[in-house]
């Protein structure tokens, strides 16, 4: 997995050990509120246009 992203570098895009916790869509902005926690435990609030849930079918 990680040679298949090396090879079409795709890693500028990932970011590893973080965690989303919430997806809020914001009806007023049209965008989601996104908070994500990184590796060390540090939340990281985002505003986005688009939000792709790959989160899994057994989650
Ligand atoms: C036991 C088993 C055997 C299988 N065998 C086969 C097979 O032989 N052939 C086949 O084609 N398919 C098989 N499948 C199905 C295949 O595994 C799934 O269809 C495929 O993995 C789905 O890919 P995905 O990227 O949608 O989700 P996943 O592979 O589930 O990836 C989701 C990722 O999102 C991450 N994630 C989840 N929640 C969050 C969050 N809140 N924040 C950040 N990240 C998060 C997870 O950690 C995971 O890395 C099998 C499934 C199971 C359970």
Redesign the pocket.
């Known amino acids: 997995m990680h040679n298949v992203a090396d090879k079409y570098e795709c890693n500028r895009f990932i970011k590893y050990k973080?965690?989303?916790?919430s997806a809020i869509w914001n009806e007023s902005k049209g965008k989601w509120a996104i908070q994500?926690q990184n590796g060390e435990g540090a939340t990281i609030d985002d505003e986005v246009d688009v939000f792709i849930n790959?989160?899994?079918?057994?989650?």
Not at 18 to 21: D, E, L
Not at 54 to 59: E, H, P, S, T, W
């Open positions: 973080h965690s989303v916790k994500v790959a989160g899994g079918v057994l989650k």
